[in-house]
């Protein structure tokens, strides 16, 4: 949420810096998150000067320069050559000094500077409208009036100044904080808490609405009092729509918001102000001169602002006309036909309190997120639509022209009256751990306008304003009063209590940092996606990796609904941010994220699932999801240097991960499963530790992902539950020599050399110590089709004596006769 400073100033005296309102505003709950100087034009205003053109003469030879004589008030006259047609001597104008920076004639802005033209000095610039950035009229300089004081700032003279504007993080408990008042009411309690008791607020003056003229009005009825607790309007008749005023356009601006026409704009104005979404009709489009706030039929057309033809659903509160026709979504969205024009001359203003959960739905059923549903959506005072109707009569009155034409329509059969809530002075200091004296708390529920009833020595009953939707018990009063009084101003107690807690072997956390610590040494780069996915990757005709619907955990995603399920993958989250470094020139990425994946039971009920309660019948793993794409290194000067990642480099670092983590005796296993071309488990057994392959291109195109990536999936739970078996052994360095033996065996194609290495350990296990594959060879003439040779060499060791090559000689002979029995292996010679 935007907060502009120069509107907070409008309430209340604060003389402090934006880093000292910064700091105050945080410390109470409305966490400033970056703030913006915003200047009312791009040209710095503070270089440009009024002056006093002196003396304006032809400059020969040219037919539209003249040399004129200037005085900005500091006793100098400067030489300025002004080539506007309108340029006269007596004249007062507005002068860009040497370093102010303006617009030319492209746009662009340049730097002003002395100079010579045609030979006469030129110390600065005498301005048109368009070269301030002020406006787009270029037919010549603004003239000043007459009585113009010299010296002064273009920003003085025109009243501009500039604005900082606050962007807070507003969470969702403060719904009296949605408006520029209740931040200021905030930082008021704050001033009487820690500065001046007495300070106050400066509110507006509000008009008496009373009938200017007699007219019979509009007939507004409300059929849904449940959606519609509270509806109130009024009449305007001869307004005048039209641009809004410069200080108006530019207050919208400074916080985001798009300027319209001066009644539009004036009810987005008040909503920024007071929090009060209202809504401007046409009151010559409202058929039959009445107004209803009622349901449709389902599947009613409602063309609403933006030109889309919307079918309406049967719990859509809509405001209608007589005709029984849609004028508006009621707190979401206007309608094409009634909305404000520059053609209307008659308004019909509604200022209403909507239910937050009547709107919420139909804003998300429509997928309409706007302004008006967000501050609905968070709770607005329904003791307030009285107050925002009359401050917007006011300015349309101001602005627009007009006059009231009927009384204040105001249907609220059902008043909200405020919260009590009792309070006790030794739960208060309990929960904020401090003894605050009574006269404190009493002074800081006074300046939140948190009134107070039947006092004691043990307490009182708080009466919370209809402005605090979520203050309802105990805890939210002393919630408030702690803001106020300061987080940091509690003591930090001289003792802490602990207990001890042993943490379990091998402790994850302490697995998890080394792994992410090994991963990072080796260049790669931790990424954190979210824990939601889109279902369309799993479900529907378009899958990229299907998987049974029952299996996935859906929510309810208010926020964004391409996001509705729990992710069963961490592939997908990585694909994208691939995409996303992708489509930023960087396509070589080495990319790591540990996270959990969700699963749920067949047959569980959805809301179950959702809910995520202790019985819930599902599964969330623990994985490490490890991506590479692209180049292997980077562009160096060795001509042998691998150009691409591939399936042994991934191979390499999950080898080396698991090698280093102490998780060895696994078996390896090629498979062809989604989403990998093919790919390779490692395993012990039936439980899994690890898979990995190249993602099928095809998924990858459909991500947009031009090069090939490599994925391993890597199941740490189990990972955790191998290392748990894990022993640590110490040996004594080897003091005898080994001894290398290689061999050239010829297998079909289909035999890893995992196989190989897995029967030369078994057959050789104790003096057997490494063995390696050095060298593939394929040739269908000299190995035989459907052939291939491999060389690998074997090192062995005797840790208790040097081996003698008859003993070598005996151990390879029978690695040979095992390779030939059960691979059918042949040894060339």
């Known amino acids: 949420m935007k907060v502009s400073l120069n509107w907070i100033r409008e309430f209340l005296d604060l003389d402090k810096t934006p880093t000292e309102i ?52 500091d006793g100098t006259i400067r030489s300025i050559v002004c080539g506007a047609p309108n340029v006269a001597a007596g004249q007062k104008v507005l002068v860009a000094m040497p370093g102010a920076k303006v617009f030319g004639h492209d746009g662009q802005l340049f730097t002003i500077a002395e100079r010579k033209v045609r030979g006469v000095p030129s110390q600065g610039m005498i301005c048109a409208e368009d070269e301030l950035g002020l406006g787009h009229d270029h037919a010549g300089i603004m003239v000043l009036p007459p009585d113009t004081a010299l010296g002064h700032t273009a920003a003085r003279h025109l009243n501009l100044s500039s604005d900082v504007v606050f962007e807070i993080g507003l969470t969702p408990n403060r719904a009296d904080a949605t408006n520029h008042l209740g931040v200021a009411r905030d930082l008021l309690a704050w001033v009487r808490q820690n500065e001046n008791p007495a300070a106050a607020l ?6 008496a609405l009373a009938p200017v003229s007699a007219g019979a009005g509009l007939s507004v009825s409300v059929e849904n009092t449940e959606a519609c607790p509270r509806y109130t309007g009024v009449l305007i008749h001869g307004v005048q729509v ?93 309608g094409a036909s009634s909305g404000v024009s520059l053609n209307t001359t008659n308004v019909f203003l509604e200022s209403a309190f909507f239910n937050a959960k009547w709107i919420r739905r139909s804003m998300l059923r429509h997928n309409l997120r706007t302004d008006a549903a967000w501050a609905f959506e968070k709770g607005v005072d329904p003791n ?8 917007a009569v006011g300015l349309i009155l101001e602005l627009a022209g007009g006059q009231v034409a009927s009384d204040v329509t105001d249907l609220y059969p059902a008043p909200v009256a405020p919260l009590r809530i009792r309070m006790e002075y030794a739960r208060i200091n309990a929960l904020i751990g401090e003894n605050l004296p009574k006269e404190t708390v009493l002074r800081i529920l006074q300046a939140l306008a948190i009134g107070t009833e039947a006092q004691d020595e043990s307490g009182l009953t708080g009466v919370i304003p209809t402005n605090k939707p979520d203050v309802t018990r105990e805890a939210d009063v002393v919630e408030e009063i702690l803001r106020v009084y300061g987080l940091d101003t509690v003591p930090i107690p001289t003792q802490i209590r602990t207990s001890v807690e042993i943490s379990p072997r091998p402790n994850p956390e302490t697995v998890r940092n080394f792994a992410a610590d090994f991963l990072a040494s080796n260049g790669f780069n931790e990424c954190m996606g979210l824990s939601l996915t889109n279902s369309a990757y799993h479900t529907g005709d378009t899958a990229l990796l299907p998987l049974d619907q029952e299996t996935l955990v859906y ?41 959990k994946t969700y699963f749920r039971a067949p047959g569980a009920g959805q809301a179950v699932a959702a809910g995520r309660g202790s019985d819930w019948p599902g599964t969330e793993t623990l994985r490490l999801g490890i991506l590479l794409t692209g180049a292997h290194s980077a562009e160096n000067w060795q001509p042998d240097a691998k150009k691409q990642v591939d399936f042994y480099t991934l191979k390499a670092y999950v080898q080396n991960l698991l090698t280093r983590l102490g998780v060895t005796g696994y078996q390896e296993t090629s498979l062809e499963e989604l989403p990998f071309q093919t790919a390779l488990r490692f395993h012990r057994g039936p439980r899994e530790l690890a898979t990995l392959g190249a993602v099928q291109s095809a998924i990858s195109r459909k991500m947009d992902i031009r090069n090939t990536v490599y994925f391993a999936d890597i199941h740490f739970e189990n990972v955790l539950a191998a290392l748990a078996s894990n022993k640590v052994h110490f040996q004594e ?36 110590k490494e063995v390696n594959l050095f060298d593939v060879f394929e040739d269908e003439n000299k190995v035989g089709a459907g052939k291939k040779s491999y060389a690998v060499s074997f090192i062995f060791e005797n840790p208790e004596k040097t081996l003698q090559d008859t003993e070598v000689d005996q151990l390879m002979q029978q690695l040979q006769q095992a390779f030939e029995t059960k691979l059918n292996a042949s040894i060339r010679k």
């Open 555 to 595: 929510v309810h995603n208010t926020a964004n609904q391409g996001l509705d399920c729990l992710r069963p993958t961490l592939l997908f989250s990585g694909l994208e941010s691939i995409r996303h470094n992708q489509n930023r020139q960087n396509p070589d990425l080495r990319l790591f994220e540990i996270g």
């Open 384 to 391: 307030g639509c009285r107050t925002a109707l009359e401050r």
């Open 202 to 207: 400066r509110l507006p003056e509000l008009p």
């Open 733 to 768: 360095l080897n003091k005898f020599p080994s001894v290398r033996r290689d061999l050239a065996l010829v297998l079909d194609r289909s035999v890893p050399f995992g196989e190989i290495r897995q029967l030369a350990n078994k057959t050789a296990k104790k003096l057997l």
């Open 242 to 334: 039209q641009e809004s005023p410069d200080w108006l356009k530019n207050r919208l601006l400074a916080i985001g918001q798009r300027p319209i026409n001066n009644v539009v704009d004036i009810t987005n104005y008040v909503r920024v102000e007071l929090g009060q979404p209202l809504h401007a009709f046409d009151a010559d489009q409202i058929s039959g001169g009445k107004v209803v706030v009622k349901t449709l039929p389902e599947g009613t057309i409602f063309k609403s602002l933006d030109g889309v033809d919307r079918k309406l659903f049967a719990e859509d509160l809509v405001i209608c006309d007589g005709a029984s026709q849609p004028m508006c979504i009621g707190g979401v969205f206007g």
């Open 22 to 73: 910064a700091d105050i505003l945080t410390s109470l709950g409305l966490e400033v998150e970056g703030w913006d100087d915003v200047k009312p034009s791009p040209v710095d205003l503070d270089k440009v000067l009024t002056g006093l053109v002196v003396a304006c003469e032809r400059i020969p030879d040219t037919d539209h320069l003249s040399a004129t004589q200037v005085d900005v008030g």
